[in-house]
């Protein structure tokens, strides 16, 4: 009875050294606290806020666009009461739905192409275009020190000649009247 009570325990319960667990790196003590760990928050996971969905603000300035900002009437050139609320909601309401329905029908696809767009670009930024970046610093570090050896080697000479065999000229310039 003794043995079964043991085995059911033993199974149901993570054995912990007390010197520390063989999955923590450094060795580390064991308590109750670094069991509870924070677990890295995986961006696939993370829950969408529903009612901000522009947090960075990038469609600020491109699609606010209300009523007012297509139709006005200006003073003197009035409409109807009636036909001026009718076209407010009906601007408003086809406006509303239409984006809904244009959202449900594109809205999915164009995410699956637009997800599928960025892992690509992605893939070759980080596979293709920092390595090729990378080499291209590399290999022109070595171009510029023969470049340098080079000018050092041809051009200094040549320059400091010229400059002492030109140092002696002196340009006066004389005022006429």
């Given at each position: 009875?003794?043995?079964?009570?043991?085995?059911?325990?033993?199974?149901?319960?993570?054995?912990?050294?007390?010197?520390?667990?063989?999955?923590?790196?450094n060795n580390k003590?064991?308590?109750?606290?670094?069991?509870?760990?924070?677990?890295?928050?995986?961006?696939?996971?993370?829950?969408i806020d529903l009612v901000n969905r522009d947090p960075k603000r990038?469609?600020?300035?491109?699609?606010?666009?209300?009523?007012?900002?297509?139709i006005a009437e200006p003073a003197g050139t009035y409409s109807f009461d009636g036909v001026w609320k009718a076209s407010f909601t009906t601007f408003t309401v086809t406006k509303y739905w239409c984006y809904r329905l244009l959202t449900a029908l594109v809205g999915i696809p164009l995410a699956l192409i637009w997800g599928i767009f960025f892992a690509i670009l992605s893939f070759l930024?980080?596979?293709a275009v920092v390595p090729c970046v990378k080499s291209?610093?590399?290999?022109?570090?070595?171009?510029?020190?023969?470049?340098?050896?080079?000018?050092?080697?041809?051009?200094?000479p040549l320059f400091e000649a010229m400059?002492?065999?030109l140092s002696s000229i002196r340009i006066s310039t004389t005022k006429g009247v």
């Open positions: 009875m003794l043995l079964k009570r043991f085995t059911e325990e033993f199974l149901h319960s993570p054995f912990i050294r007390k010197q520390g667990n063989i999955y923590k790196p003590d064991m308590d109750n606290d670094s069991l509870n760990e924070k677990t890295m928050d995986d961006v696939h996971t993370k829950e990038i469609n600020d300035d491109v699609v606010k666009v209300d009523f007012e900002d297509v930024h980080i596979w291209y610093l590399i290999e022109i570090h070595c171009v510029s020190r023969v470049y340098s050896i080079c000018v050092h080697t041809f051009c200094d400059g002492k065999c």
